[in-house]
């Protein structure tokens, strides 16, 4: 006869069952946990691997251009600096402050994120930005670096340059520089559009450094592009600032996924 219900063997049958139905059950929600995870995380891989969703950002691309009739070049003249005159190897140097391509399309215009941002304390890069002087020029002759950043100044001729820095919201500078390969190291602390450099020495070179306390700006290239990496999604302001024309701007919306594109342009005329 089998034993009855409540005795030592039954209550024993019992327990076993029970503590295997509890291992099941915890083996079961440990899989079907682990299993969510790995789903979660084969999303995640995919999603990190599309364009314009790395990080929940995207890239602002587009394009500056001129309206209205394009003032005529000047020649600069060179002679009172022979060195200056013979690094031009005989060629007529043109003084272009505004400088459109045939498609009208202008270049050194800083484009920057002017409204919508929502970011902290931003470390500055730890690489530098270069400003040389070659041939008796500036290059490049729109420049901007993030505050903070180190600004490397550069004499790459053979002849004496000053660097004559004009700030508003920014300590100015004025520093000579003698010899050829000759640097020096500044940075900016505060936010500042179009910061004027000057050479006393020679009057035709002029360029400018646009300062930011964050990284989404750009400088027009030579056919008047600019890319602005990483931008969450969101509503922007987007503005241009060109040192003769002044500055335009536009709003844009940046989705979540892709990119966004904007065209800005600048009318004829001086602001």
């Known amino acids: 006869m089998g034993n009855l219900d409540g005795s030592p063997s039954a209550a024993s049958s019992s327990g076993a069952r029970w503590a295997a139905n509890l291992f099941f059950g915890a083996l079961t929600v440990t899989l079907a946990a682990y299993c969510t995870l790995m789903v979660s995380g084969a999303v995640r891989a995919a999603g990190a691997g599309e364009i314009g969703s790395i990080h929940g950002t995207v890239s602002l691309g587009g394009t500056v251009e001129f309206s209205g009739a394009v003032p005529e070049p000047e020649p600069i ?25 045939e498609n009208g399309f202008l270049r050194d215009v800083v484009v920057h994120v002017k409204e919508g941002l929502q970011t902290g304390a931003l470390a500055a890069p730890e690489q530098s930005e270069l400003l040389d002087q070659k041939g008796c020029l500036y290059a490049p002759r729109s420049l901007a670096v993030r505050a903070g950043q180190t600004l490397v100044i550069r004499n790459s001729d053979e002849t004496l340059h000053n660097v004559n820095v004009t700030a508003q919201a920014n300590r100015g500078f004025n520093i000579g520089q003698p010899i050829k390969g000759i640097e020096a190291k500044r940075s900016f602390d505060e936010p500042e559009l179009g910061i004027r450099v000057a050479c006393d020495i020679h009057g035709w070179m002029h360029a400018s450094i646009s300062v930011f306390d964050h990284p989404y700006f750009d400088v027009t290239a030579p056919g008047g592009a600019f890319s602005i990496e990483g931008l969450p999604p969101g509503d922007y302001v987007v503005e241009a600032w060109h040192p003769v024309l002044g500055t335009t701007e536009a709003s844009v919306q940046v989705p979540a996924t892709g990119s966004a594109e904007i065209r800005l342009t600048f009318e004829g005329g001086s602001p």
Do not use: F, N, T
């Open 77 to 101: 003249d060179m002679a009172a600096d022979e060195y200056c005159e013979s690094a031009q190897e005989g060629k007529q140097v043109l003084d272009r402050p505004i400088e459109v391509d």
